[in-house]
């Protein structure tokens, strides 16, 4: 099995994740709902300076990688490529590792259910903005 890394993929699919989370937490659309759950206010926001989005930054990097391993894994395994394979594995990976993770440290953190929907509702169109984005250049 001869898989490569498709770097510039990795790249797109990376500036997608970014993308997907500036929009799903802007204030026109989760970002207020989430801050009172978390009780995160802007001005912890802005103390917190650029650390966070340096970790999502690295986090989605990592992702795109592990799923431009993955999708061409899975084109391997089913003989064929196409986007929904690619959508699939997307969803499975985060139906696996995501959402079952986030559900249980709410869980046991006691943290609001509508936090885990929106924070789990952000990482399913995650892990399928940059699955799309793999897909489409395999």
């Not at 990592?62 to 064929?80: D, E, K, R, Y």
């Not at 440290?105 to 609001?112: I, S």
């Amino acid at each position: 099995m001869d898989i490569k890394v498709n770097w510039l993929a990795v790249v797109l699919a990376t500036v997608a994740g970014m993308i997907c989370a500036k929009s799903w937490y802007r204030k026109t659309a989760f970002g207020p709902v989430w801050r009172k759950l978390t009780g995160i206010g802007e001005a912890a926001s802005q103390a917190a300076g650029k650390r966070p989005i340096v970790i999502t930054l690295l986090a989605n990097f990592i992702t795109a990688i592990v799923l431009s391993v993955l999708i061409p894994a899975g084109n391997l395994v089913f003989g064929t490529k196409n986007v929904g394979l690619a959508l699939a594995t997307g969803f499975i990976t985060w139906l696996a590792f995501s959402a079952t993770t986030l559900a249980t440290h709410n869980a046991f953190e006691l943290k609001p259910a509508k936090l885990t929907w929106i924070n789990n509702g952000y990482q399913l169109v995650l892990m399928l903005s940059m699955s799309l984005v793999i897909g489409l250049m395999e």
